[in-house]
């Protein structure tokens, strides 16, 4: 009886967290891009164990989603909210865009994980699906299993059959992950509180949004490991 309190109670804390996260504010937003800065720069800090420089100079978009919370109550599930960052002809990288992920599954045990998510987009396929609303991965665009390091740079079938490549990270440790039936879902509360205006995900991407000293931390880290 006992447990079966402390599963309702523990669900409900989840289901509140994750309704959450639904209600942007500005300093939530800011957090959330700093956070996201310090993910990238923590991942590629060393070059044998991050994501490959090549990819990176290939790649026409960029996710990075920080502490995404797994919470398994029976049906676990997966939330996290992130930025997704567009890469110009001129190679430059665009203001930041909101974005969501949630995701489920059976069996996980009770308890939760915070894992830091990048997601490495090599078409736009995928990212002009996710400005009209929401995509599924795995469904609505080929995810594998990101390779790591600088001898991961050569082409593999992994690389050549995706069109995003993904990653995780989580108690320190980082690794190729698959993401297969998460939802990526933009997020325009959190755009219109970021830049403090409603806001088209085509106005941001065009520069249209304010020039924050985060945002424009986050656009030289990516600009300055994209052109390694």
Do not use: C
């Not at 996260?21 to 590629?44: C, I, N, Q, R, Y």
């Amino acid at each position: 009886m006992k447990s079966g309190k402390w599963l309702l109670v523990a669900t409900a804390v989840l289901l509140l967290a994750v309704a959450g996260g639904g209600t942007a504010s500005a300093k939530d937003e800011v957090k959330t891009v700093k956070d996201a800065t310090d993910v990238l720069a923590e991942v590629m800090r060393i070059p044998e164990k991050g994501i490959p420089p090549a990819l990176l100079r290939n790649a026409k978009a960029v996710a990075i989603i920080p502490g995404v919370i797994k919470g398994a109550f029976i049906v676990g599930g997966r939330h996290g909210t992130g930025v997704v960052l567009v890469k110009g002809e001129s190679g430059r990288w665009s203001d930041p865009v909101f974005l969501s992920i949630t995701g489920g599954s059976v069996g996980w045990q009770i308890g939760g994980t915070s894992t830091d998510l990048v997601l490495v987009f090599k078409t736009l396929r995928g990212v002009e699906s996710l400005m009209k609303g929401k995509f599924t991965l795995g469904a609505d665009a080929a995810v594998a299993a990101g390779p790591v390091g600088r001898n991961a740079e050569a082409a593999t079938d992994v690389v050549l059959k995706s069109e995003i490549l993904s990653y995780s990270r989580s108690r320190g440790l980082f690794a190729g992950v698959s993401l297969e039936g998460a939802a990526l879902l933009a997020d325009n509360d959190a755009d219109a509180a970021y830049y403090g205006k409603d806001i088209s995900t085509a106005t941001i991407l065009a520069g249209g949004g304010k020039k924050s000293p985060e945002t424009r931390r986050l656009q030289q880290l990516l600009l300055r490991y994209s052109r390694r």
